[in-house]
């Protein structure tokens, strides 16, 4: 009897799973916002940054803090307080590293000097069921997630983003910011574009920017999938050249491929109703996935950069954020195990590390492919171009081009100081000492970075030599690091 009544109650729990309610609205006549970014753009200078945050819970925003607070007091003068902060074009983030690369978006390098105190040192988890001796929680977790939006989610509007859209963050920023979550249905990382968002026929300018991170940080059991409706028939969508090509292209890379397939089910009703998001870093723990769909399914030789980026630019920094997966070697000198919850995270935690080391050798051979395209594409065009993007030729070199790619990671760090950040577990709650140890790391890790090392030293013989910025600012004097 006792038996049966156990049975039953799991039966009825088993259906309280946190259910997240669509939040994407129709597509209406609203603003474009890829129109916005690429205005913006016309602005820069000489200097492209691009930023990725990979997962890894508050390790990995604490440790993506780090990188931006080295980035800026390395390169920091009185003249331009941030550095070369003010050069970011590109940031895209992975669950806790989402968070990072939505404020940073969102609120400006003036924003590393609270961010501290008023997200990292804070407690997460505050609203969140995550007791593991709790069987509701357990039995939540087991039929689809313990908990929903309101939980994270609200955190990160009362801490950070207070209800800000993506329409919001075009008017705020030029940066262009990808937020990775992960499709389950056709298993591909989902971006929050309005590419995306226009195959679904939806408005992303009005889609919450705190909704598309706690998508990206939904790890699976601990939260539901954060849910989009697929608004069939209400616009009219028209398919992108490049995406037809994919389709009938042999030669298509499998991730141009894959995200084709994807944006072709959300057009068919047979197929997708509604889309389910979870962690990003499933497909995808680094967030680079995105530049590869980029580049591969360009139409032109510098996108995702403006025609004047592509021209006025001379040096592209790329750097990686790598805050490491919790390791777990407690059952490894054991015959027995792992079991139960442990096996499912082992196996999701091997999958993220698995994805995101064929992510970054994919990222890394696109980056070499675009820096050639570009030099080809300068040094094709006419001079009366060249003057109209770059507003002069003088010092016009086309192949002054160079790019520098790196991952800044736990690797090369005090063999003590990486033992312990390993053991930092992948939580929305950490210690403050734990937080504090990885900001340090990452800022250890990005001052040892040999590209960056290597871009500061190229930066101060090239750029800096008597040129004046696009911007307007004096030259700023960058001293390289010492490792």
Known sequence: MKRSLLAAALLVLTGCAALNTPLNHPLGQGENLSLISAEAAARDGEIWVGLAFSGGGMRASAFAHGMLEELRAATATAADPDGILSDVRLV???????????????????????????????????????????PLVIARGLSGG??????????????????????????RSNVITWINATDLANQTTFLFTPETFDALCSDLSDYPISDAVAASAAFPLVFSPIVLKSHHGTCNYTEPDWLISARHNPEANSAMRAHAAALESYTDPEKVKYVKLLD???????????????????????APMSAQQAVRMKRLLFLVADAGVEKHYKWSDKLRGPGGPQLAMSIARSSMGSASRTGYDAMRLELDNW??????YRCGLPAGQVRKLRGSLRGWNCRDVKFFVGQVSFDGLEPEMKTRLDEIPTRLRLKTQEVDLTIEAGRISTRQNPELNGFLRSVQGNIFAGVTPANGKPPRRITPLKN
């Not at 590293?97 to 040192?121: C, K, M, W």
């Not at 313990?146 to 008017?171: I, M, P, S, V, W």
């Not at 870093?281 to 510098?302: C, H, S």
């Not at 820096?371 to 080809?376: A, F, K, S």
Request: proline share 2%; hydrophobic share 35%.
């Open 371 to 376: 820096q050639r395209d570009l030099v080809e």
């Open 280 to 302: 990003g870093g499933i497909t995808d723990n680094f967030g680079t996935t995105g530049l590869v769909i980029e580049r591969a399914r360009a139409r032109t030789a510098y």
């Open 92 to 134: 895209t983030g992975v669950s806790g590293g989402s968070v990072t690369a939505a404020n940073f978006a969102l609120h400006g390098p003036q924003s590393l000097d609270r961010y501290r105190e008023i997200y990292l040192t804070q407690n997460a988890e505050k609203y969140m069921a995550n007791s593991p001796v709790n």
């Open 146 to 171: 313990a908990n929903g939006r309101k939980t994270f989610g609200r955190f990160l509007d009362e801490t950070l983003f207070d209800g800000a859209t993506f329409g919001d963050l075009r008017k």
